[in-house]
T-cell receptor, first 106, second 120 residues
């Protein structure tokens, strides 16, 4: 079965750029999505179709996907961006999630 | 407002059956896929299955095939997730979420989650 791999944790200082990676076999041939989940809340879609932001998502969130790696980039990271982030792709009509990355802003 | 509203928390015993629901409003329910996601305590998101209420086309994750049943009633804009015999390991938060047609889309509207606790 298809698998996506994320680093368990990433740390960033406020105002700096955070990058979270997601690796999978030929992931660049699929579309990648990213979700933000804060404690006690439902996930929120922040990137779809590799690099598209849904309405209401700040411009500091961006994405890319090439080769075997998709990347979520948060520019000018704010304290409110501290959360768990999950990548996701579709494989044969089945969603596959990465294991999640805890982003700490300190 | 486009939203999915899920049924309330459940506390059940092992071996009992359960059916939880996810009601859509503010959008054309029949024109979206509705999926189910499990999140065990302190763990990540796991894909369970998805249904297209317009024609009841249903797909399951291999990990959940035969363990749960996904269904929908388009007349009441509601999707369901059902267990015939719960286990303690089914204790988790369950989310429903919608997706437009096409793999380029993500899960853009999520329900608030239904907590299921299975304990003797």
């Amino acid at each position: 079965s298809y698998e996506l791999t994320q680093p368990p944790s990433v740390s960033v200082s406020p105002g700096q750029t955070a990058s979270i990676t997601c690796s999978g076999d030929k992931l660049g041939h699929k579309y990648a999505c990213w979700y933000q989940q804060k404690p006690g809340q439902s996930p929120v879609l922040v990137i779809y179709q590799d690099n598209q932001r849904p309405s209401g998502i700040p411009e500091r969130f961006s994405g890319s996907n090439s080769g075997n790696t998709a990347t979520l980039t948060i520019s000018g990271t704010q304290a409110m961006d501290e959360a768990d982030y999950y990548c996701q792709a579709w494989d044969s009509s089945t969603a596959v999630f990465g294991g999640g990355t805890k982003l700490t802003v300190l | 407002e486009e939203q999915l509203v899920q049924s309330g928390a459940e506390v059940k015993k092992p071996g009992e059956s359960l059916k939880i629901s996810c009601k859509g409003s503010g959008f054309s329910f029949n024109n979206y896929w509705i999926g189910w996601v499990r999140q065990m305590p302190g763990r990540g998101l796991e894909w369970m299955g998805i249904i297209y209420p317009g024609d009841s086309d249903t797909r399951y994750s291999p990990s959940f095939q035969g363990q749960v049943t996904v269904s929908a009633d388009s007349s009441i804009k509601t999707a369901f997730l059902q267990w015939n015999s719960l286990k303690a390991s089914d204790t988790a938060m369950y989310y429903c979420a919608r997706r437009e047609l096409g793999d380029r889309h993500g899960l853009d509207v999520w329900g608030q989650g239904t907590m299921v606790i299975v304990t003797s």
